[in-house]
């Protein structure tokens, strides 16, 4: 599976972003679950928020109710509407994809986390300034 990122940049603190994910080049049992993940030190990411095919969803508590993932099943994408962004949102996000439930491994170790959860894009920066 491959997976394509866009989105991300720049905004001031209280603004929005949006990233998109696209995976190709596998089935559909490689993407049963899709999300983001955020680096949230040197070597440590969290699991931000994914939707299952069956388009069952999960927020980490910090962005809920400013976050939004939505899911095309039909192309294989993932968009996360990012709104009242802070300055602790500011890092690299990780699109992912997975045969299994992303939230099995919703937080540790970087590396840890790109070895049980399938795959994993290149990333994409987010900067917030307040």
Same mark, same amino acid.
């Given at each position: 599976? *491959?997976?394509?990122?866009?989105?991300?940049?720049?905004? *001031?603190?209280?603004?929005? &972003?949006?990233?998109?994910?696209?995976?190709?080049?596998?089935?559909?049992?490689?993407?049963?679950?899709?999300?983001?993940?955020? @680096?949230?030190?040197?070597?440590?990411?969290? &699991?931000?928020?994914?939707?299952?095919?069956?388009?069952?969803?999960?927020?980490?508590?910090?962005?809920?109710?400013?976050?939004?993932?939505?899911?095309?099943?039909?192309?294989?994408?993932?968009? $996360? @509407? #990012?709104? *009242? $962004?802070?300055?602790?949102?500011?890092? #690299?996000?990780?699109?992912?994809?997975?045969?299994?439930? $992303?939230? $099995?491994?919703?937080?540790?170790?970087?590396?840890? &986390?790109? &070895?049980?959860?399938?795959?994993?894009? *290149?990333?994409?920066?987010?900067?917030?300034?307040?």
């Amino acid at each position: 599976v *491959q997976l394509v990122e866009s989105g991300g940049g720049s905004v *001031q603190a209280g603004g929005s &972003l949006r990233l998109s994910c696209t995976a190709s080049g596998g089935t559909d049992g490689d993407v049963t679950d899709m999300g983001w993940y955020r @680096q949230t030190s040197d070597h440590e990411c969290e &699991l931000v928020a994914s939707k299952s095919r069956d388009f069952r969803t999960y927020y980490v508590d910090s962005v809920k109710g400013r976050f939004r993932i939505s899911r095309d099943n039909a192309k294989n994408t993932i968009d $996360l @509407q #990012m709104d *009242q $962004l802070r300055s602790d949102d500011t890092t #690299m996000y990780y699109c992912a994809a997975s045969a299994k439930s $992303l939230r $099995l491994n919703s937080r540790g170790y970087c590396w840890g &986390l790109r &070895l049980n959860s399938g795959r994993w894009g *290149q990333g994409t920066q987010v900067t917030v300034s307040s």
